[in-house]
């Protein structure tokens, strides 16, 4: 589409190397997500842990988590057999900035290693506001943040309970909180050019005649793409009988949305482990029982 098209060309030079930002990238580029955060600080009634967190992945277990240092010798033996890897993801499969610690390290490692390597990362967003100027000063420039809702009574209906500086929230305190967070976290980010994606699951009933606020509002803030992914019921999740979004709704609201925001129609919705092209995945060719091999 048109929008899609312009946006496309106003991208850097970086950017056009990301597969998930530019569509006409995404044949192109492979990314590597790497699991190293299995902690989370939410309770999202879609979720079951033992299921990939959905900010980035679709429901599948990962096949391991990986210390810093395992990710990174897991990077440079992903980097020899896939030269035209370019992006690094961290996507959980708990949140990357609630195992901050193990987040950070990766990244740090990963750079030393390779500064050309896009680090990109997903969030929930709960501890931005404190956490971007540590991104920022990493040199982190590609952030995804889901937002399912700007308002907290319909938060309240997606989220079980918000865990923050050791106090649990519940209900429209604990969505509130959460909600207050992602926006500041999306307009400081945005404000020190990082290119914010913001990913919005569609939960019928739920949040589906609120999504176009949701975009509306992240627009404001400097958020630059929003990828509207369909809610997929995981098995042992508060959902898992909600009834899946189907793609003729999803397709009506990113239409709807599309005269705020470019789409992004092209996420698989992939695994905390994914590896290759996007439309592939290689992540059992490179999952190992006994450590990786060091560079
Ligand atoms: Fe699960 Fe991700 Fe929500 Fe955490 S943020 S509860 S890992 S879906
Ligand atoms: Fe890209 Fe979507 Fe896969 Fe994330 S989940 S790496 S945004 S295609």
Known sequence: ????????????????????????????????????????????????????????????????????????????????????????????PGDSLADWEKTRKSIELIKARDEDTIICLSTNGLLLPELAPELLALGVKHVTVTVNSIDPKIGALIYRHVRYKDETLTGKEGAELLINNQLTGIKILSAHGVLVKVNIVMIKGVNDNHIQDVVKTVKELGASITNIMPLIPAPGSVFAHHEQTSNKDLEKMRQLCETDLPQMRHCQQCRADAIGLLHEDRSAEFSRSEPYPKK
Not at 18 to 27: E, L, M, Q
Not at 64 to 69: A, C, S
């Open 1 to 92: 589409c048109q929008s899609a098209c312009s946006a496309e060309k106003e991208l850097s030079a970086e950017t056009q190397r990301h597969p998930c930002y530019s569509f006409a990238g995404h044949k192109k580029y492979a990314r590597m997500h790497i699991p190293v955060a299995p902690r989370c600080n939410l309770a999202c009634n879609y979720c079951n842990r033992r299921f990939d967190c959905v900010n980035e992945s679709r429901p599948g277990v990962t096949s391991e988590i990986l210390t810093p240092q395992a990710a990174l010798d897991k990077f440079s033996l992903v980097k020899k057999e896939i030269p035209n890897l370019s992006v690094v993801g961290i996507a959980g």
